[in-house]
Nanobody, 124 residues
Framework: QVQLVESGGGMVQAGDSLRLSCLAS????????MGWFRQASGKEREFVANIGRLSGRTNYDDSVKGRFTISRDNTKNTLYLQMNTLKVEDTAVYYC?????????????????WGQGTQVTVSS
């Protein structure tokens, strides 16, 4: 069973950048489709981005398209989320998730493994 640990969150100002990382252990990252989700206080968890096993396919929510980039380094068992031009509305706890299989779903229920989350706070 794969374990996921996120890092890289913090407090930044609007317009700044952050890079989140997600280190996988207990399994091989390349065996899983990976995704990032986020949950703002008082709101439902929502899809941010996902990436196929070999990085060939990616999907983004419209709210982050053009600003965020998901990537993976299977040799380092690490998933990344580069977040540029951050907005106040990007404030949330960001979760890394993994799933078996090859499909790239955007619903959280389709993912099998989750990290504990990392807080991103963007101030104006």
């Amino acid at each position: 069973q794969v374990q996921l640990v996120e890092s890289g969150g913090g407090m930044v100002q609007a317009g700044d950048s952050l890079r989140l990382s997600c280190l996988a252990s207990g399994g091989t990252l390349s065996s899983h489709v990976m995704g990032w989700f986020r949950q703002a206080s008082g709101k439902e968890r929502e899809f941010v981005a996902n990436i196929g096993r070999l990085s060939g396919r990616t999907n983004y929510d419209d709210s982050v398209k053009g600003r965020f980039t998901i990537s993976r380094d299977n040799t380092k068992n690490t998933l990344y989320l580069q977040m540029n031009t951050l907005k106040v509305e990007d404030t949330a706890v960001y979760y890394c998730a993994a799933r078996d299989g090859y499909a790239l779903p955007t619903v959280s229920e389709e993912y099998d493994y989750w990290g504990q989350g990392t807080q991103v706070t963007v101030s104006s």
